[in-house]
């Protein structure tokens, strides 16, 4: 049952890939669908489903009512497939529907002022062939739907 959950949530992952505006060489944006793919200062704008260097897995942990309102619990890994180079910098896209007056609380990760996800000030990168886990309480009924924008090694 674990198994179909993470497929459907890939799924709709990829399915939910919003506008990437991030883009190699000429600031042409990638686009929906592509990860802007930097490693060893060459650029390129990759199908996500052709991107095996790096991966977002999430999971709902739980959800509750309290006094009327729905919460649930995600967490999500990002995962360096790359046997050779480390992940310097990451930037991660959601659902436009989740708004920041619906994170209740957000951990290893950080938000910025344009509502996408980066790796913490803390975190230096990510290692060649290691995970990073984050994780958030969303208020309400709506499904994060993370999409990796562009990543550099």
Not at 52 to 74: A, I, M, R
Not at 75 to 85: A, P, S
Not at 96 to 105: G, L, S
Request: charged residues 15%; neutral net charge; contains cysteine.
């Amino acid at each position: 049952m674990k198994f179909l959950v993470v497929i459907c949530i890939i799924f709709f992952t990829v399915a939910f890939s919003y506008a990437n505006h991030y883009g190699c060489y000429n600031n042409s944006p990638c686009g929906a669908g592509r990860i802007c793919h930097t490693s060893k200062g060459s650029c390129n704008c990759i199908e996500i489903s052709h991107c095996f260097d790096v991966t977002l897995e999430s999971s709902k942990k739980s959800e509750w009512d309290l006094n009327g309102t729905h919460y649930s619990q995600y967490d999500f890994q990002i995962k360096n497939n790359n046997l050779i180079t480390d992940i310097s910098n990451i930037f991660i896209g959601s659902n436009p529907n989740v708004v920041e007056k619906d994170y209740v609380q957000i951990w290893n990760i950080r938000r910025m002022e344009n509502g996408e996800l980066t790796l913490p000030n803390y975190q230096i990168g990510i290692p060649k062939n290691t995970t990073w886990g984050f994780g958030c309480i969303l208020k309400g009924y709506n499904e994060p739907n993370l999409a990796i924008y562009a990543v550099t090694y």
